[in-house]
């Protein structure tokens, strides 16, 4: 059994985030499955076709509700830790970080849509371009990742005279923003809301857009490009990604009720038709 090396994962008893690289379980075969497949495929040249086929937004005009409950049974395979549809998580991050932090109520909205990127699975992209831990491409991959740098064998980029090292195509100090991170979810919906001329705060969007990066922000990998604001910005990513994790076994929110708030808050920084 492999539980993430230096870094437990346990609330209340229950202990998150188990990656066992020699379980027959469906669960843990589904995982594994996931995974090695996208650090398999996960490369420079595939990111950036994924940029051009996502980022001109023409898949549909819709607001944001309207996403999440197309979300309503989506299922995320490359989760050992939920079996409930994406509609029930997305609440249930929201409600945790208002319980946590009431006096920030952008951060709220930030928990209910954080996820709303995995609707590219809907429209049919395979989950390891869009669900799962994310990474950068062009630089070598951290033994953090889950299953480790042995997963990424066959990747061609493993072995590029660029890509292959610890610095790859970028420069140091350059900050998490200048990375190409892996396709996924957390950057597909950062730039849909830029695209959408959001007003929620930065602090929100960068939680948003680096949640996933767990090797860096649980881990303290790929610190050689971490800059001055990134510093500053990662209490946001672990307001979010802490009400994320575990908030997974909480009860069933009544989401009728539920919806007003949030709509007011929708409203207020997403407003109106979204393109995706
Ligand atoms: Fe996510
Ligand atoms: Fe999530």
Redo the contacts with the bound molecule.
């Keep these: 059994m492999k539980i993430e090396k230096n870094v437990s994962y346990e609330a209340d008893g229950k202990t998150y985030r188990i990656y066992d690289v020699t379980a027959e379980d469906p669960i843990q075969t589904r995982v594994r499955n996931h995974y090695f497949t996208q650090h398999q495929s996960q490369t420079v040249g595939f990111v950036q076709e994924m940029h051009k086929k996502w980022l001109k937004f023409d898949h549909a005009k819709m607001p944001i509700l309207g996403c999440l409950d197309m979300l309503a049974t989506f299922l995320?395979e490359s989760?050992p830790d939920?079996d409930e549809a994406?509609l029930i998580?997305?609440y249930q991050?929201a409600e945790k970080i208002r319980e946590n932090h009431p006096d920030k109520p952008w951060m709220h909205l930030a928990g209910l849509i954080?996820?709303l990127g995995k609707i590219m699975s809907v429209w049919g992209e395979h989950q390891w371009a869009v669900t799962g831990d994310t990474y950068p491409v062009g630089c070598a991959p951290a033994e953090s990742i889950v299953y480790g740098k042995a997963s990424f064998q066959g990747n061609p980029d493993i072995d590029h005279i660029v890509y292959g090292t610890p610095m790859g195509m970028y420069e140091e100090k350059c900050g998490l923003e200048k990375l190409m991170m892996t396709w996924s979810h957390d950057e597909y919906m950062y730039q849909v809301l830029v695209n959408h001329g959001t007003t929620l705060p930065d602090e929100a969007l960068y939680a948003i857009r680096f949640?996933?990066f767990y090797p860096y922000h649980s881990h303290n990998d790929y610190l050689q490009f971490q800059n001055e604001r990134d510093i500053e910005m990662k209490s946001a990513i672990m307001m979010l990604n802490e009400c994320?994790?575990y908030s997974k076994n909480d009860e069933t929110p009544d989401i009728d009720a539920l919806k007003p708030y949030y709509q007011s808050l929708i409203d207020k920084y997403v407003p109106g038709n979204v393109n995706w």
């Design positions: 995320d989760d939920v994406n998580h997305a991050t954080h996820d949640h996933s994320d994790l």
